[in-house]
């Protein structure tokens, strides 16, 4: 599948945020654990969250899946050993999740994917489970996957590095309260993506979980049951990105709704870029409003929408210098924004983007670059000179780097992606969800 993107005049309309992936994963694996039946309003119905899904649903949990719905039947920690090796497809937070859940089961339990799965690095979540008493392994011994689980969670105290994924310390977290003791853990080194961290301590205790916190970046786990409930997912930040980015390069108001202004995702902080760059911001409790800042240079853009391979065009935000440590995700929706800004941007911080779905540092410099960016790679960031031009550009089969060349596309026009049928993975509507608000994007 491939995207064809061409360039957008004016954008405007109001839509609804996607349902968090994020607290989606989250909210499937708690319920399962959860004594109960628990009722999870508006999820992402997404790859990714399905992959999360159908593991729970092979663990012993029964799902039943409306539309606005998902019921889930908790086991109150009971699980069951998978029939079969659970193909967690593309899902890195699957794997990390299940990899301690799956200690819980009676036997053993295998953890396999795709060849990006297969390449995601898990070592660091090993050790650390391995002072706690879980038998976790690679099959090849590289600390890749496959992963084999054996039953077993003894909990006590172990540490882990905050510099890798956080993904490692939400695993630990998410299923320590069914641990055989209770479970201290240390975050050592520098603690990045911590607002990850956040959002699962914020969902176990709605669902009934205390974590205790220490100073340090210690975190301290009773034995304790989730409490099944009645959630509602509210909309994604990193998703929404997309969607607010391009109501700030293009002419026009966006307004997209079930964003949450007390929301704990880190990837809030779009705001804030988007308001340093020239963007105008409303923001309500439940909603945010964009309004473009194109005007002043829309005329010398459309003058050259026939050149644009040759010509490179910028919007009207300006450059910007930004630390995503704790965002992440944001990478390429900010090297985007970089990309048709006018001046030179610098973005670090991100070293942990590394080892994402693809090297997001390396494969965003690298497809900027085939649409005439000026982009200087850096161990932990990039160095964008605004100005971009039509091109073919490829998605290394990463969700955020199809939505994020779209931004370039749509003030360029002209850009074509390959491999665009990722997006599936946190967003499924995409194509449509822009094309309802003007943008000129075919599948083809």
Known sequence: MELKVEKASKIK?????????????????????????????????????????????????????QDDLCTVQG??????????????????????FLTTMA????????????????????????????????????????GLPPM???????????????????Q???SILLSAPYAQNPVDLRVVGDFKSRPYVEMTLDIAEKFGVHCQQGPGNQFHLDKQTYQA????????????????SAAAILDGEVTVQNLFSESKQGDKIILDILREMG???????????????????????ESNNRSTKSQ????????????????????????????????????????????????????????????????TEEQDGLIIQGGAHGGVVGSHDDHRLVMALTLVGLLTGGVRIKGAAAHRVSFPNFPQVMEGLGCPIKII
């Open 75 to 96: 086991t109150a920690g009971d699980i069951k050993t998978p029939g079969d090796v659970l193909d967690l497809k593309n899902s890195g937070t699957t794997l990390r």
């Open 13 to 65: 309309g109001v839509v609804k945020a996607p349902p968090s992936k994020s607290y989606t994963h989250r909210a499937l694996l708690v319920a399962c654990l959860a004594d109960g039946e628990s009722y999870l309003r508006d999820p992402l119905y997404s790859a990714d969250t399905m992959a999360t899904l159908e593991a729970c649903q092979s663990l012993g949990c029964d799902i039943e899946i």
């Open 148 to 166: 084999v689980i054996k039953n077993g969670f003894h909990g006590g105290e172990t540490e882990i590095k905050g510099d890798v994924s956080s």
């Open 229 to 244: 409930r009645d959630y509602t997912i509210e909309g994604d930040y990193s998703s929404a990105s997309y969607l607010l």
């Open 312 to 375: 490179n065009l910028t919007s009207d935000l300006h450059a910007i210098d930004v630390n995503l440590e704790n965002s992440p995700d944001l990478l390429p929706t900010v090297a985007a924004l970089a990309a048709v800004a006018r001046g030179t941007s610098h973005i670090k911080g991100v070293e942990h983007a590394r080892f994402k779905e693809t090297d997001r540092v390396h494969t965003m410099a690298l497809e900027l670059s085939k649409l005439g960016v000026n982009v």
């Open 103 to 142: 200690s819980l089961a009676p036997e053993c339990t295998v953890l396999t994917g795709d060849d990006s799965l297969r390449g995601r690095p898990m070592q660091d979540l090993l050790n650390a489970l391995h002072k706690l008493g879980v038998k976790a392994y690679s099959t090849r011994n590289n």
């Open 168 to 170: 490692y310390i939400s």
């Open 279 to 301: 963007a105008n911001i409303s923001v309500k409790e439940d909603q945010v409003t964009v309004k473009g800042t194109i005007a002043s240079n829309k005329e010398n853009n």
